[in-house]
């Protein structure tokens, strides 16, 4: 059974730092490329990161791009999410997932099979 958790959300200032971590259980992690979404309330879960299998391509979205960095320690089973100039627009739940077919990436939530179970990210203006 594949699980994933999620850690290191919480509330900070805006311009300030978090590092979402996500440990991931279940299968062959280092086969798979592994995502983040977010979820704001009343908005539909959107794209944010994601890396290939080798952790040797990132993509990101443009809302996200030049402050948020996505990793990957294959050896630790293990995706992070380094968020950087958080702005207050950011404050969501924001969840990992792991890619629904071997070394495939994806930047929709249909690329995607299994979720954790998310974080609170809450900017403060």
């Known amino acids: 059974q594949v699980q994933l958790a999620e850690s290191g959300g919480g509330l900070v200032e805006a311009g300030g730092s978090l590092r979402l971590s996500c440990a991931a259980s279940g299968r062959p992690f280092s086969n798979y490329a592994m995502g983040w979404f977010r979820q704001a309330p009343g908005k539909e879960r959107e794209f944010v990161a994601t890396i290939r299998a080798s952790g040797g391509n990132t993509y990101y979205a443009d809302s996200v791009k030049g402050r948020f960095t996505i990793s990957r320690d294959n050896a630790k089973n293990t995706v992070y999410l380094q968020m950087n100039s958080l702005k207050p627009e950011d404050t969501a739940v924001y969840y990992c997932?792991?890619?629904?077919?071997?070394?495939?990436?994806?930047?929709?939530?249909?690329?995607?099979?299994?979720w954790g179970q998310g974080t609170q990210v809450t900017v403060s203006s």
């Open positions: 997932a792991t890619s629904r077919a071997p070394f495939r990436t994806a930047t929709t939530i249909h690329g995607y099979d299994y």
